[in-house]
């Protein structure tokens, strides 16, 4: 039987008013600071000899599965879907600018190497739309060096909105919210922009090198510079090596943009940096799962979909999206292992995790903000109980009379 079952009937103001204070809801919000118990200096959850037995696994994946979608992290992923997107335009801008500024005297073959791209990844299908689509983002970059600034800046503000969006998400995670102050906050979100950025420049980098781009780009720069020995050593002995080479740097620079992001991104201080944890490994296989299903979608489904380009735009949506989803999945991966080695050590990391916060400025600052709102309630809830309270007196003493 239920709490509401023996209430009485609804009809009368004090009946509903009886049965209101009977149903029981979940504050979101809160106006007191939780204090963790943050371990000793010598206790390490994650000392090598602090591994997680089967109930603990058990509890992590029990909680992943819960917390997934209580704490409604599939939204958030989309909130930093959007904020993917919005950063794509002027990246494309910023990346076309610098190519064209580096290779001035031979814009030429930029402008070919970006229909080659297209060629080879878009649909035929859809390629000439493509072109056009990428033809009025990089129209601009006639204008030089002031649409590289503007772009770049552009592009860096878009970027850090999602690592903001990425810190939101990751503080909700392990249940804190954020402490540091503003400045603080924007300027190590911008800092992991700027690592982010840098890496992702390098794995793209890393890809697109093959021998095509070293025949168009770099080989007659090398020989307009007079190194011919630079050529010939690139083209015999080093992009044979690199061709191997790829795919495993791809993933170590891939999994230290994600050891970094995990590890600075929440407000919560772990006991030592990792570079690789389980979560990131989650995080890494699964993309590379979500893009080379679109990878494939692309060139079997793409070119032959009732929906044409709609269908392909859906698409990226979809695909950038689950990527979004799998990196909060890793993250929350690593918070719910964490909170299993504390519970091992004997940590009461039933409800909160324990491992300290970097900050907890801000929090105290949000908290009295909260608890002045809550007085002006107070205020306003009192006032009308003294004029429910008069009402009532008046009611009696007519009622006397």
């Known amino acids: 039987m239920s709490a509401l079952d023996d209430a009485p009937a609804t009809g009368s103001k004090p009946a509903r008013k009886q049965a209101a204070q009977q149903q029981k809801i979940a504050p979101s919000t809160v106006t007191t600071l939780v204090t963790v118990e943050s371990p000793a200096a010598d206790v390490d959850p994650w000392a090598r000899g602090n591994r997680l037995r089967k109930d603990s696994w058990g509890l992590v994946m029990r909680r992943v599965w819960a917390d997934f979608f209580h704490d409604a992290l599939m939204d958030r992923a989309a909130a930093m879907t959007y904020f993917t ?37 878009v649909p035929r299908s859809m390629a000439e739309e493509a072109g056009n689509i990428v033809s009025s983002i990089i129209g601009s970059t006639r204008q030089g060096t002031f649409a590289l600034v503007v772009s770049v800046v552009i592009s860096l503000f878009a970027a850090s909105a999602y690592v903001r969006a990425f810190s939101r998400t990751a503080n909700t995670v392990y249940g804190r919210v954020e402490g540091r102050g503003t400045i603080r906050t924007w300027a190590l979100m911008w800092a992991i922009t700027v690592v982010l950025v840098i890496g992702a420049v390098v794995v793209l980098c890393a890809n697109l090198l093959r021998d095509t781009v070293v025949d168009s780009v770099i080989e007659p720069v090398a020989l ?178």
């Open 85 to 121: 997107l919005m950063a794509f335009a002027p990246t494309v801008l910023a990346a076309y600018s610098i190519a064209t500024l580096i290779f001035s005297s031979r814009r030429g073959e930029v402008e070919a190497l970006t229909a080659q791209f297209i060629d080879t990844y």
């Open 224 to 401: 307009r510079l007079g190194l011919h020995g630079t050529v010939d050593f690139i083209g015999s002995i080093f992009m044979p090596v690199w061709n191997w080479l790829r795919f495993p740097i791809t993933v170590v620079v891939a999994l230290a943009l994600i050891a970094v992001w995990y590890h600075f991104a929440p407000n919560v201080r772990p006991s030592r940096f990792r570079w690789i944890t389980l979560g990131s490994v989650v995080a890494l296989l699964t993309n590379l799962v979500v893009w080379g299903a679109f990878s494939l979608y692309i060139k079997y489904l793409a070119g032959v979909s009732i929906y044409g380009a709609f269908g392909t735009v859906m698409a990226v949506f979809m695909t950038v999206w689950l990527s979004n989803t799998m990196l909060i999945l890793g993250i929350k991966i690593d918070a719910e292992v964490l909170r299993a080695k504390e519970l091992q050590l004997g940590l009461h990391a039933e409800r909160y995790i324990q491992a300290p916060p970097r900050s907890e400025f801000a929090a105290q600052q949000q908290v009295r903000a909260k608890q002045k709102l809550e007085e002006r309630s107070g205020r306003i809830f009192a006032g009308a109980a003294r004029s429910e309270h008069r009402t009532r007196s008046e009611h009696r003493t007519r009622a006397g009379k």
